[in-house]
């Protein structure tokens, strides 16, 4: 796995991690030690481009859950519940860009998808922080 760090200027300051190769069992703690960093450095708006990876297994959705932690820390936990619930809740914080049909499949199966933000566009993935 190779992870590029961009900054791009949205509404917000967005920080993308253009992620190449798979997220597995072998690479995904490299993965939560970059979203680690670049939250202490001053990140708060994170999109993972995904569209060069080819799989993720359930360790790289283990990173993603982390990354959601770090950058979630203070959601109330009752809304987050609630706003799930109804269907209503996306992580303000991060989100997804490109996962091909695979990664897809698994954020459908898992229940990820009811919280992370997937997108095909990247204009739109950086203007929805």
Known sequence: MKIETIR????R???IFRITG????ENYEELE???QAAVQAGTQDLLL?????DFVSSSGLRAFHHLYMLLHAD??????????????YEAPHLKLLNPNPHTINMLR?????????VYSDR???INAF
């Open 8 to 11: 791009e200027q949205g509404q």
């Open 13 to 15: 300051p967005v920080t």
């Open 22 to 25: 798979s997220i597995s069992a």
């Open 33 to 35: 030690a970059h979203g």
């Open 49 to 53: 481009d995904l569209s060069a990876v």
């Open 75 to 88: 959601a109330e936990a009752e809304e987050v519940r609630r706003d799930m619930r109804t269907g209503s």
């Open 109 to 117: 199966m898992t229940g990820f998808d009811m919280v992370l933000g």
């Open 123 to 125: 204009g739109n993935a």
